[in-house]
Structures are given as structure tokens and as C-alpha cells.
């Protein structure tokens, strides 16, 4: 990305945690930004005519800490009804700001500008309406047309806005780039950029500054990288405001948990972000406990030493540039990111539906389930034994390894980042057929594992290196936000070779399928089947989370196949992009179902909708019947 290698650092230091100098935005009695703490939204999943339902569910939120609410305005009469619903829930004792969510029509948020406190657009249907996936190039003076028009939509908003000290949130999604940046950009983090962009400088050109903005998506690496490059591009002109932070469509359960914590985690790891939404396919106000989460886990690195800063002229921030290693037995060079349980402690093996390629253990293992016969087997160097065969692999810790003579066969060697001094490394490019188990005990533990990647970088060392993190977490829903925030920052960035994650309160199963849904949530490993699921809003005319149930009971058994279920059309041919199916809301109870962007059947019956996009599968040779 050319522009890329001219823009300032995106964050304040990659060595140590600060947070983001943004300017603070007054959001009706809260400030956005500045030195305000990170702020916590959701937004409402109701009909947005229905003024008590909306309401009442805005104050659930509010009960559960959610400092701001967004909630869905398609049109005028919607727009209109913001003020009884603020009134309702004022009435009630609570004040907390309410956010208009638009696309499509300026008239609307000209008139939501004047009943709420903050108004979101959207730059890819603000002025150009509805997508209609145009690929015909513009001239020069077609492609200034379209942003001269922009401008005029603009203004008025930005002058009822400025009246009634309403902020603006300018907020891009990856689904919904107009056709204009899309003839010229494509569907590229440089293209969301410039569409924020361009609304920017609209509003510096007439000094309206209460703005934040948002660039999303449900790919976590596409999400990370724009969001980057948005910053830097903001310093290089000059802005500093602040940062929405979300990953869209992120699912339910689980799924929907380590998605969000890999992507927001990574940004808020370099100090981006001054307010998170979390976007579950679940009730809103349980968003809330996950932001906190992250927001808290965050804050603890706040204040904590500096890490040794290294040469990061070979980071790639803005695009996903795979680090070079060569091959060690299965890992590395290129090979699938592996798994490595930690069972050190006396843990066993027990039966799970995914299956490990190694464990790290005190003693050899010797009865083993039929699908672990291949299983490397990591053992500290003095407990192998003589009988060790070509599966069990010597550990060591640094001292040890640069003493230790040199057998020819695979090692492992555990380390830190402060461990890699001159006799290691001159020990390293003698011993190459080594793995490097790489710990981290810094509070700032994703920074300090960086850095040891760029080090390694800057000498030239291309040894496999397993990402390893130990937790004495043993709330689960706990241990799979923390450790996909502090891992997934390094596999987006297109670092490590492996994972293991130490939680020896947490069941084998459990911990298995957590090492698989951050791999997969970071893009790096596709283990299981992947659901791209809005988290639903005013505008979604069928029940979101029940049929996401069921499209999951009937097709969570094809792995690596990718399926959208999106609310409705306003994001959903964009967001589902990277989907092989898409389940779209197409009118009250209808839905039409796609194959990659292509609609196939238009407005089927609910009702009939699961089994239908069951049958376009297996017509599209992308079935295959459960294992029993």
C-alpha cells in the first residue's frame, strides 16, 4: 500500500500502552474522547415505532452499564419518535444519550439531528443511495460531481447539528462502500478510508468538529488494518477525533465473543478506541458485559513498563504480510497454524471434536485416543528418557539450550522476549532446527510478543515460533475474551506458528475449541463452520436469534464453509462478501437467500427459508451429511 509507507505511526508507541490522543466530543451528559474513559454502547434490537418496547429495552442496556444508545431510524415518522422515546425514558429516571442510526436518508437525520443527541451516518448511502454494484468507471469531473453533491446533503445536517449541540458519528462499514469510491478504490481498506475521509474534510472545511467516526467489518484482519490506517491517515491531515470500535456481525455464543475480543482487542491493545459496541446476535444488554470486559482488561496496562523498543521497519500494519519461517517438523514454513495443548501439571487427554497436532506435557504419554497417533509430544529435555521416539520433542529454557550439544533432531525452546540476548541468538543460527515456545509474564503481554517477532525480524531468524499465553482464569466466557484479545493482535499481523493457551482450570474440550475459534476468529486457521450474523435492529422483520438457531442446528457440521445471516439488505450483500451463503431479510417474514453475492431465490416464506437454503448447499456441491 503505497500511501501506507508515507503516513506517521498510527498509534503512540507499539513498546508501551498509551491511549490515543483524540479530541472529546460532548455526547449529550457524557464526553466521547480526550481523557474520558472508553465508553460502553449497544443498540436496540426493536421496532423503532414502538416507543415503550425501544425504550424500556434502552434502559435495560443503560442497567447493565452501557453508557450510549443506537438505535434504528429508517424514516421520518421513525426519526419523529425518537423524542417520545427519550421522554419515556427520562420520565423513568435514567439519562443516557440516544444515537439515531441512518442510512439512505438525509431527511431523517436532518430531523433525528433535532431530538437526539448524537446522529450516525453512513458515507456509502448518505448521498448515493441504495448500492447498486456499478463497475463503470467515472471521469475526473463524474467522480468531483458525486462529492460536490455529498456536500450539499452534508451542510444542513452539519448546521442543525452545531444548533442543537447534536455530534455526528461519520461511520463506513466494509458491506456498504459506495459505487463512487468503489470505481475508484474497490472494496479496499484505502477506499474505506477515503469515504470517511472525504465527509471529514467536509466538516473541517466548515469547522464542525464534534465527530466520531467508525470503520467495520466482519473481517476481523480488514477491520484492524482500516481502522489503523485511518488513524495515521487522520494524523498525517492533522485530526485527532475519536474512534468507534466494533466488528460487525459477529455471531452469537462463543463465536461471537472471540470475534469481537480478537478484533476490538487488537486496536484497543495500541491505544485506538474511545467507545466499543460489541455486536452479538443476542439481547442487546448482553453486549454490554463483554465491552466491560475488554474495556477493564485494557486498563490494566495502563501505567506498566515500557518494553525494550526494537527495530519495526519490517511491520506491516495496514496489509497482512505472513512472516517467514522455515519448516520444523509440522510447524512452520507455511504449514497450517497448529494447535499445542499445555497439559504440564498432570493433565490428560480427554475426548473433544477437534483434535491437537501437539502437548506440551511433564512425562511421555503413553496411551493415547486412535486419533492422536501422530502427536508430537513436547517434554522438558531431562524428562524424556532414553526410549523417546522421533514424537517426542526435548524442551528448553534458554540457559539450558545454549549449553546443550546439539542432536540434529527437533528442540523446542521456551522463551521470552528479554531472553533474546547475543549467546541465544548466536545459538539459534547454529541450532535452526528449533521451534521457539514464546512466553510473555509483561502486562502488556501482546506488545512484548511483538516485539520479540520484530527482533527476530531485525537478525534475520526465521525459527516456527508457537504464541504462548498462561491464565489461572477458570470462568470460561472470561478466559476466551481475555486470551483472543491478547493473541489474535499477533495472527492478524500475520505472526506465529502455532497457538497454546495454559488454563488448567478450564476442561480439555472446552480449552480445544477455544485454541480453534481464535485461530479461525483471526483468519489463520478454518476449522468450523463460520456464521456471519448481524446482531439484528429496528429495521431486521424477522426473529433474528431464533432462526440463527436454527440455520446453526442444520449446518454448523460443515467446517470451513462460510454462511451470512443478515436482518436485512443494508449491509448484507457488502458484509457478506466473504460468505459462500447469505440468509437475507428481504421484506416482513420473507427472506431471499444468496450464493457468494449472487441472489439465487428472492422473498421466499420464512417458514420454509432454513430448508431452502439447505437445498441451495447441497445443489451448490457444498453439503456433506453429519458425522454420527
Not at 362 to 390: C, F, M, R
Not at 416 to 440: P, Q
Request: with cysteine; glycine share 10%; hydrophobic share 40%.
Amino acid at each position: 500500500m503505497d500511501k501506507a509507507g508515507k503516513l506517521p505511526l498510527y498509534c503512540e508507541s507499539l513498546f508501551e500502552y498509551k491511549r490515543n490522543m483524540s479530541r472529546a466530543v460532548p455526547v449529550g451528559s457524557i464526553f466521547i474522547g480526550g481523557d474520558n474513559p472508553i465508553r460502553l454502547q449497544s443498540m436496540t434490537t426493536t421496532d423503532s415505532l414502538d416507543t415503550e418496547a425501544t425504550a424500556n429495552q434502552c434502559i435495560r442496556i443503560a442497567m447493565a452499564g452501557g453508557e450510549l444508545v443506537r438505535i434504528t431510524t429508517q424514516g421520518r415518522r421513525e426519526a419523529i419518535n425518537l423524542e417520545p422515546i427519550k421522554k419515556y425514558i427520562s420520565d423513568k429516571g435514567f439519562d443516557i444519550p440516544l444515537v439515531a442510526d441512518i442510512h439512505f436518508n438525509p431527511n431523517a437525520a436532518l430531523l433525528a439531528a433535532e431530538r437526539v443527541e448524537k446522529v450516525r451516518i453512513n458515507p456509502g448511502n448518505f448521498a448515493d443511495g441504495a448500492k447498486k454494484f456499478s463497475t463503470k468507471a467515472l471521469s475526473p469531473e463524474e467522480y468531483l460531481s458525486g462529492l460536490e453533491e455529498i456536500e450539499a446533503k452534508l451542510l444542513p445536517l452539519l448546521d442543525i447539528c452545531r444548533d442543537n449541540g447534536t455530534a455526528l458519528r461519520i461511520g463506513a462499514n466494509h458491506g456498504s462502500l459506495s459505487d463512487r469510491i468503489m470505481t475508484r478504490y474497490g472494496d479496499t481498506a484505502l477506499g474505506m478510508v477515503e469515504s470517511c475521509m472525504e465527509f471529514l474534510r467536509i466538516c473541517r472545511k466548515v469547522n464542525f468538529e464534534n465527530i466520531v467516526l467508525s470503520i467495520k467489518s466482519s473481517n476481523t484482519r480488514v477491520m484492524v488494518q482500516t481502522v489503523r490506517l485511518l488513524a495515521a491517515t487522520m494524523r498525517s491531515e492533522n485530526m485527532n477525533y475519536p474512534l468507534h470500535l466494533g466488528v460487525t456481525e459477529a455471531g452469537s455464543g462463543e463465536d461471537g465473543r472471540i470475534k469481537s475480543a480478537v478484533g476490538i482487542g487488537a486496536l484497543l491493545a495500541d491505544g485506538l478506541g474511545d467507545t466499543i459496541r460489541v455486536s452479538l446476535t443476542e439481547e442487546p444488554e448482553e453486549e454490554i458485559p463483554v465491552a466491560r470486559h475488554l474495556k477493564e482488561l485494557i486498563e490494566k496496562r495502563e501505567g506498566q513498563p515500557a518494553i525494550a523498543p526494537v527495530d519495526s521497519s519490517a511491520y506491516h500494519p495496514y496489509d497482512y504480510v505472513e512472516r517467514k519461517s522455515h519448516k520444523v517438523g509440522l510447524f512452520g514454513g507455511g504449514q497450517t497454524t497448529a494447535v499445542v495443548m499445555d497439559l504440564r501439571g498432570g493433565r490428560g487427554i480427554a475426548d473433544s471434536a477437534c483434535v491437537c497436532e501437539a502437548v506440551i506435557t511433564d512425562k511421555p504419554l503413553t496411551k493415547l485416543p486412535l486419533s492422536y497417533n501422530n502427536l508430537i509430544q513436547i517434554i522438558p529435555h531431562n524428562n524424556i528418557g532414553k526410549e523417546a521416539g522421533p514424537n517426542f520433542w526435548p524442551l528448553y529454557d534458554a540457559e539450558a539450550f545454549i549449553s546443550h550439544a546439539s542432536s540434529g533432531e527437533p528442540a523446542v525452546l521456551s522463551l521470552s522476549y528479554g531472553d533474546l540476548g547475543a549467546k541465544l541468538i548466536k545459538r539459534l543460527r547454529e541450532e535452526t532446527n528449533c521451534v521457539i515456545l514464546l512466553t510473555t509474564e509483561h502486562a502488556n503481554g501482546p506488545a512484548e510478543q511483538r516485539a520479540f517477532f520484530l527482533a527476530m525480524a531485525a537478525e534475520g531468524l526465521t525459527h516456527p515460533v508457537i504464541i504462548h499465553r498462561e491464565y489461572a482464569e477458570n470462568h470460561l466466557a472470561s478466559l476466551q475474551i481475555e486470551a483472543a484479545a491478547d493473541t489474535g493482535l499477533l495472527f492478524l499481523d500475520g505472526f506465529g506458528d502455532g497457538l497454546s493457551v495454559a488454563a488448567p482450570a478450564i476442561g480439555f474440550a472446552s480449552l480445544i475449541e477455544l485454541h480453534f475459534g481464535i485461530l479461525q476468529a483471526s483468519r489463520v486457521r478454518f476449522s468450523r463452520t463460520e456464521y456471519i450474523s448481524c446482531p439484528g435492529c429496528g429495521r431486521t422483520l424477522f426473529d433474528l436469534q431464533t432462526t440463527t438457531k436454527l440455520v446453526r442446528a442444520r449446518t454448523s457440521h460443515l467446517k470451513g464453509l462460510k454462511i451470512a445471516i443478515m436482518g436485512c439488505i443494508v449491509n448484507g450483500i457488502g458484509e457478506m462478501a466473504d460468505a459462500d451463503y447469505g440468509y437475507v431479510g428481504a421484506g416482513p417474514g420473507k427472506i431471499s437467500l444468496y450464493k457468494n453475492r449472487e441472489l439465487v431465490l428472492r422473498a421466499l416464506p420464512a417458514d420454509e427459508a432454513v430448508e431452502r437454503l439447505v437445498e441451495l448447499i447441497k445443489e451448490g456441491g457444498d453439503w456433506r451429511e453429519e458425522e454420527r
